[in-house]
T-cell receptor
Framework: KNEVEQSPQNLTAQEGEFITINCSYSVGISALHWLQQHPGGGIVSLFM???GKKKHGRLIATINIQEKHSSLHITASHPRDSAVYIC??????????FGPGTRLSVLP | GAVVSQHPSRVICKSGTSVKIECRSL??????MFWYRQFPKQSLMLMAT?????????EQGVEKDKFLINHASLTLSTLTVTSAHPEDSSFYIC?????????????FGQGTRLTVV
């Protein structure tokens, strides 16, 4: 069993749709990152979460530490949101453990 | 905010040559940097941890003589792929964490796409 799992693996949405990507993990962590990787490859950290909820523009990320689960929501999705979204957790005193990624395509 | 800069973003080299990739932390001193490799449609895999002023720590299965890491200053780590072969073609990316927030924050370079022909 992978330490970090994501669902769905692939997601195609129409522009304007509300999108949810889920992440579940099995280890205790000090933080969880949601990363965005565009086709060119560069990675941007969208959110760092250790508890609760964060919002940035059309993006919302939540985490439930007790249930070891996090969600990334995109409201009013746009084609430029098309990317791979990676959940990455930081177990205490260790390095990142990455989820397999969710490939999102938003169609105009 | 803190930025990690990686150079070059793309490189094509001939088989048998060596390629150096640089990773710089621009806003903070990074005693530790991390090098990852990513094959197409796969997740990032940690190759090695680069430690300023000492030897890098390599993950199991990563050849230290092939992937030379030098962390000569608190803001610069380099990865040199020696005697590159086509199977070394991949996406390489570095990351660094601000020492005062190492348990939570992390920043990634833009990545380097290496193609060995």
């Amino acid at each position: 069993k992978n330490e970090v799992e994501q669902s769905p693996q692939n997601l195609t949405a129409q522009e304007g749709e509300f999108i949810t990507i889920n992440c579940s993990y099995s280890v205790g962590i000090s933080a969880l990152h949601w990363l965005q990787q565009h086709p060119g490859g560069g990675i941007v950290s969208l959110f760092m979460l250790s508890s609760g909820k964060k919002k940035h523009g059309r993006l919302i990320a939540t985490i439930n530490i007790q249930e070891k689960h996090s969600s990334l929501h995109i409201t009013a999705s746009h084609p430029r949101d098309s990317a791979v979204y990676i959940c990455a957790v930081l177990p205490y005193g260790q390095n990142f453990v990455f989820g397999p990624g969710t490939r999102l395509s938003v169609l105009p | 905010g803190a930025v990690v800069s990686q150079h070059p973003s793309r490189v094509i080299c001939k088989s048998g040559t060596s390629v150096k990739i640089e990773c710089r932390s621009l806003d903070f001193q990074a005693t530790t940097m991390f090098w990852y490799r990513q094959f197409p449609k796969q997740s990032l895999m940690l190759m090695a941890t680069s430690n300023e002023g000492s030897k890098a720590t390599y993950e199991q299965g990563v050849e230290k003589d092939k992937f030379l890491i030098n962390h000569a200053s608190l803001t610069l780590s380099t990865l040199t792929v020696t005697s590159a072969h086509p199977e070394d073609s991949s996406f390489y990316i570095c990351s660094a964490r601000p020492p005062d927030r190492a348990n939570t924050e992390a920043f990634f370079g833009q990545g380097t796409r290496l193609t060995v022909v």
